[in-house]
């Protein structure tokens, strides 16, 4: 791992351990860390361990009072914007729609200071009964909506948290999410603001299947191990052989083990009740760099969103049939109604290039020209994935 890694993850570990100092190494390119660090959306979470040590890091006054400033302005922002997410949960709640929250919004009590935890979204889990009145709520008070309600819809406002709206987890479960569905409806405990999470095993579950999907794809940020490491710090009643059975059915051991091992390195959290498979060290860290390549998404093709087909979950096809022709696997959740009449793909595929070229307003030429970079870039994918250990 290069330096500046290698202090972030330490200056990480200070902070989720409320450690007072930080191990500090040499030939560390500072500005390289905070450039790192706000591409993963954790420099508010590093943020006073690393003015603590800004006489090491050589920061001129001049570049610590400016650090200072930004970080201040990020969590003040954050603090308004969640303000403004706490006033929807009630309105919901007003309006008779029961919430699950899920991830950032959950475990963000576990952190020593809450308002450090950065949010890129707020997803919650609402009844298939609820959609519609939850869709019209968020129009109501000047939200962008995009997505269907008949499975997921994403809010957008200005200097707002977007929000992600589900009734269901087929994204995270795929073939099994019936079965899940009902359970995390069925276990939950009262939250904050008349509203609710999961029991902490279907929490800590949740957040280690959808990190998983993430990293063997598009790849996650080191956010996710600081929600690991405090699930499993703080929630005493995780069981953790469930989890690793349903990583198994789900096709995602390997990560599970990988994300087990990379708390154990960086944040000295004994696994040996997890079931896990213990790694090199050297493999850790490979697996680490990888999280710190990208941001906290994993990888952003914005200009090329052929790629994202490409590394969807279904190894009985090539990367070009997930382009041009995806299986039922792939396209049955954004068009559902392949579930009953599975004879009706042909019809999905000229659907699925109308609302390409249509509603998504993707040129055509841009879809052409990606293609080949897409397989391409797909097949490398697949390498390193296999290289890392996590397929």
Known sequence: MNPENIQLMNLLTSHILEQDSVRIIPNVDWHRLISIAERQNILEMIGDKLLGIKEQALFTSEESQNLYMRIMKRIYLTSKKFERAINMLELMHQNGIRVIVLKGCAVRDLYPVPE?????????LIAPCDMKRAKALFEEHGYEVKGTPKREFDCYKDKNIPWEIKCTLEAEFKDSYVKWDKMYFDSVQPWKYNQYMPLST??????????????????????????????????????????????????????????????????DIDISHTGAELLPNE?????????????????RNADNRLINWTLRRDESISPWRKVFFPSIKLLKMPYPYLKKYPFLLPAAWIQRGYDAVFEQKIPVSQMIKGAKKSVDYAKEHEEYMKKLGLK
């Not at 390997?254 to 708390?263: E, P």
């Open 283 to 299: 493999a850790v860290e490979n697996i680490t760099e990888y999280m710190l390549s990208e941001t906290i998404y994993g990888k």
């Open 202 to 267: 279907l929490l800590f579950q949740h957040i280690i299947i959808h990190t998983a999907g993430n990293l063997s794809t598009v790849g996650a940020g080191v956010r996710n191990l600081c929600d690991i490491a405090l699930c499993m710090m703080k929630l005493t009643d995780i069981d953790f052989s469930s989890v690793k059975q349903t990583c198994e059915e789900e096709g995602y051991i390997k990560v599970y083990n990988a994300l087990m091992n990379c708390v154990r390195y960086w944040f």
């Open 116 to 124: 450090w935890r950065t949010m890129g979204d707020i997803d919650i």
